[in-house]
C-alpha cells in the first residue's frame, strides 16, 4: 500500500479566511513533505518533517504554517492567503532513511486551491 | 546546486517508443528518479536508478550513466493513457529531498 491521502480536494477560501489542508499516511513513513505547484511547472518543495520535526523550511512566507501531529498526519494552516497561491498543494512522505538511495516519495491526489 | 534538463515536450505515436532523456549536474548524486504526472493529477513514481545501467520495468525502462549525468526514461508500446508529463528528479547524498527537473510533456496521438 502507498497512498497518502490528502483532504479537502478542492478549496475555496478568501483572502481573510483561515483554513487547514491535511494528509495522511499509514505505510509508517517517517519524512513528510508539502509541495507547491503552479500549472505546468515542477513541483516546489514548501517543507519537510522527519520524525515529526521540521527540518526543511524553504523560505515559505509565514501565511503557510506547517504542523506534524504524528507521524502519520501532516497539516498545512493557511491564513491570509493571496490570489497568487493559487496552486495545487500536494502531499509527500517516505521512509525517511535518507542513506539509504531507494527511498522513494510517494505523492498524495493534492488540493486544489483558488484564493478569490 | 543542481541543474537539471530535460525537454520540454514531445510527441510521439501510439505504438511507438519514445526516449525522454534528463541530464543533470549535482554534487554527492545519491539517486535519480523518474515520475509520471496527468494534468490535475499528483506524481506518480514509476522509477528509480542509483547505479549505472538499466531497470525495465514492464512497458517502462530507465538508464542511467553517473559519469555522464545522464538518464533516459524509455516507454514502448505506447498508448494514448501515456500522455502526461514525465518529471526526473535527483537526489542528493545525506538529503532526503528531491530537486525535479521541469518536466517533459508528452503527447501520444492515434
Known amino acids: 500500500d502507498t497512498e497518502v491521502t490528502q483532504t479537502p480536494k478542492h478549496l475555496v477560501m478568501g483572502m481573510t479566511n483561515k483554513k487547514s489542508l491535511k494528509c495522511e499516511q499509514h505505510m509508517g513513513h517517517r519524512a513528510m513533505y508539502w509541495y507547491k505547484q503552479k500549472a505546468k511547472k515542477p513541483p516546489e518543495l514548501m517543507f519537510v518533517y522527519s520524525y515529526e520535526k521540521l527540518s526543511i523550511n524553504e523560505s515559505v512566507p509565514s501565511r503557510f504554517s506547517p504542523e506534524c501531529p504524528n507521524s502519520s498526519l501532516l497539516n498545512l494552516h493557511l491564513h491570509a492567503l493571496q490570489p497568487e497561491d493559487s496552486a495545487l498543494y500536494l502531499c509527500?512522505?517516505?521512509?525517511?532513511?535518507?542513506?539509504?538511495?531507494?527511498?522513494?516519495?510517494?505523492f498524495g491526489p493534492g488540493t486544489r486551491l483558488t484564493v478569490l | 546546486g543542481q541543474n537539471i534538463d530535460q525537454p520540454t515536450e514531445m510527441t510521439a505515436t501510439e505504438g511507438a517508443i519514445v526516449q525522454i532523456n534528463c541530464t543533470y549536474q549535482?554534487?554527492?548524486?545519491?539517486?535519480l528518479f523518474w515520475y509520471q504526472q496527468h494534468a490535475g493529477e499528483a506524481p506518480t513514481f514509476l522509477s528509480y536508478?542509483?547505479?549505472?545501467g538499466l531497470e525495465e520495468k514492464g512497458r517502462f525502462s530507465s538508464f542511467l550513466s553517473r559519469s555522464k549525468g545522464y538518464s533516459y526514461l524509455l516507454l514502448k508500446e505506447l498508448q494514448m493513457k501515456d500522455s502526461a508529463s514525465y518529471l526526473c528528479?535527483?537526489?542528493?547524498?545525506?538529503?532526503?529531498?528531491?530537486?525535479f527537473g521541469k518536466g517533459t510533456m508528452l503527447l501520444v496521438s492515434p
Open positions: 528528479a535527483v537526489r542528493r547524498a545525506g538529503y532526503s529531498t528531491l530537486t
Open positions: 509527500a512522505s517516505s521512509q525517511g532513511d535518507t542513506y539509504f538511495s531507494t527511498d522513494t516519495q510517494y
Open positions: 536508478n542509483v547505479l549505472d
Open positions: 549535482t554534487s554527492g548524486f545519491n539517486g
